[in-house]
């Protein structure tokens, strides 16, 4: 574990930190300063460019500190992209129930990503902080863990509604708003009063997923390791690659119909992992591997059931007597 000492020096942590704050500058500043709708194409170069600098940050984490937190970083990175893809189900849900026009989805995502980021640091120290002084919650988070992968899996085909939950149902109660857009703003002047746009009702349920997510995520990484500076890092870059994958993958969350499942069975296989951590060592390689072959044997099942669905028999004429 001595290498791990190292990871989280203070110039590493300034530097990644000033790494995300420019990449956050460039991509709004820079290549999404005019609202517009985020094609397919654009959408595949981003995601494209956030995995390769992960995988580019764990090559230089596996090369600067070893194989361990190098594998540590890689398994972190995998849970988190995997589980994130569960936020996308839920942000087409809220685009589509409050018609929030695809021009102004990237802002939404942005701002909401943003705050999510400062909302992860806080969580993850404190997280690590609570583990270091109370061992016996590894426990409480390895059972948390597996219910929430059971009630996923019981709850798999269930439509989720949050536009109509307490949150939006408070908000609406308590912030003045209207219905009518106002171009990519979040607040509005309407007869000299300032009002939330949908916009901003679509951030709050934006961040208030991912908050939820987070309650998830976060406890599956612990499980693989409680190192801060790989906790957040795999954290960030999983984060900071969701906008993409929202516009390459929000036409197609549907065709993935066994991914649930996967997520479902990650969720019960780390939290039995991090349950069992006092009695049972699993190797990190071992994880990695049986955390990808979950996903990817549910992301070919899924593959695999929509070819095999047969298309709808289309009727046959009718027969005219002659």
Do not use: C
Request: proline residues 4%; charged residues 15%.
């Amino acid at each position: 574990m001595g290498n791990l000492e190292s990871v989280g020096s203070p110039a590493l942590w300034g530097g990644f930190i000033a790494f995300v704050i420019a990449m956050l500058a460039l991509d709004l500043g820079v290549f999404h300063r005019k609202a517009h709708v985020v094609k397919f194409k654009e959408a595949l170069g981003w995601s494209a460019v956030w995995i390769s600098l992960a995988l580019l940050f764990n090559a230089g984490v596996w090369w600067k500190f070893g194989a361990e937190p190098g594998m540590q970083f890689l398994t972190g990175y995998l849970i988190e992209k995997s589980l994130s893809v569960d936020n996308i189900f839920v942000f087409v849900v809220i685009f589509s129930a409050m018609r929030i026009p695809a021009l102004y989805q990237h802002r939404v995502l942005f701002w909401g990503i943003l705050s999510a980021l400062v909302l992860r640091a806080i969580m993850i120290f404190a997280g690590v902080a609570m583990l270091e002084r109370f061992h016996w919650l590894i426990y409480v988070f390895g059972a948390f863990l597996i219910v929430t992968g059971v009630k996923l899996f019981l709850q798999r085909n269930k439509e989720d509604h949050p536009e109509d939950g307490w949150l939006m149902k408070f908000a609406r109660r308590t912030i003045p708003s209207t219905s009518t857009f106002h171009g990519h703003h979040f607040f509005a002047k309407e007869n000299a009063r300032w009002l939330a746009t949908p916009l901003f009702m679509a951030l709050m349920l934006v961040e208030a997923s991912d908050v939820l997510f987070a309650l998830d995520s976060i406890p599956a990484i612990f499980a693989v390791t409680r190192d801060p500076f790989i906790v957040f890092t795999s954290n960030i870059f999983a984060i900071l690659g969701l906008r993409s994958m929202f516009f390459l993958l929000a036409g197609a969350v549907e065709k993935f119909s066994y991914l649930k499942v996967g997520l479902s069975a990650v969720l019960v296989f780390v939290g039995a992992k991090m349950a069992a951590v006092d009695f049972v060592k699993i190797p990190p390689a071992l994880s990695l591997g049986i955390i990808a072959t979950l996903l990817g044997a549910s992301i070919v099942a899924s593959l695999v059931k929509n070819r095999n669905a047969q298309p709808a028999s289309k009727p046959l004429p009718e027969a005219h007597e002659v």
